[in-house]
DNA sequence: GTCTATAATATGATAGAC
DNA sequence: GTCTATCATATTATAGAC
């Protein structure tokens, strides 16, 4: 078998780029070739069912990175929660660019992903908010506060995102962050 | 002159419709056409620009929507703060639809909205930023208290529709709002 | 596995009748 | 002001050479 000319994850990482900044129905199958440095033929090679397969492989990479970067962090009981908060609230500002990049489950929730990938959008939604409810129970609070902190961790991430792109100005969420790390009781990332 | 088959504000609420669920590039003209009860070429007589001129006019709607529901609600003196909160948050949760509807800035802020319309995106959430900014300030917060609350408004409205569309329901959004008005009541005198 | 070439369809936009 | 018909282009998708 001839070895790939790009590897998956860097084609993924191309990939992801392009959905996320267009959005599903603008991404065009001649965008996401040049992204991954291949050819339109060459991508249908890879992902047979066309832009449809792409976007579900990318939201399934997507749903790893929230689990290694995220998850597995607030669930590690060897740190102290404070210190697995800041590393989640770090990784977070550089997932999203310091507030440069929309968050591709924002971006696949317009009419058209949300058809195709209601199921998958809800999971890594889920993901990422039981994930804090964890590190929220691990503080000592109570079984609602926990639910109710991680709830608006999420939104403050995709509000913060929103505010900023819809402003041209990072500061809204940067300061969504700070406000996270607030809520925590806490004060440096 | 023959008179529109359709006025003004209907056109533009089918439009409105369109482009907050489908998005600027998902958005088709025979879409646009389709919810507005006209034709391709008719929807061209009204708007020679064709889909950006579209957008821009429901852009310039929705300007005209938040000063008469937000704004004028917010800076309206005859009424206790409260009261005036307590309605603009009424007219926000129906223009949402209780979480249903996404809302048109999130919905034209992909690359190719912020390319065509970044100025209007700005002044439409600075507009909204700035009416619960004067609402704090009439509530004895500081500069820096009213600015801070007014900021988290719109993050916890634009968060809450994002989570409460990727997870396909109306929760998030409706805790969201709640949070804006608790985050209201914690004022000490 | 990747490429060039091309088919089939959808889309933005216009012409001209009524 | 609205319509049907049409054009030019862009888009999804496939065929076949290397």
Redesign the pocket.
Known sequence: ??????EDQQLLEGLMGVLRSKGYDG????DLASSSG?????L???F?G???EIAGAVLQYVSEWIDSHIKQILFNKDLPPAERLGKAIQNIDALYDRGNEICIIRALSMDTGITLFAEQLKQGTTQWIESFKSLGLDMGFTEAEAQKKALQVIINVQGGLVVSKAMGDNAPFEHALKGILEMYQLKEV
Do not use: Q
């Open positions: 078998m001839r070895p790939p000319k790009v991404a065009s199958l001649n291949l050819k339109k033929a060459s249908y090679h890879r047979p066309g832009k449809k």
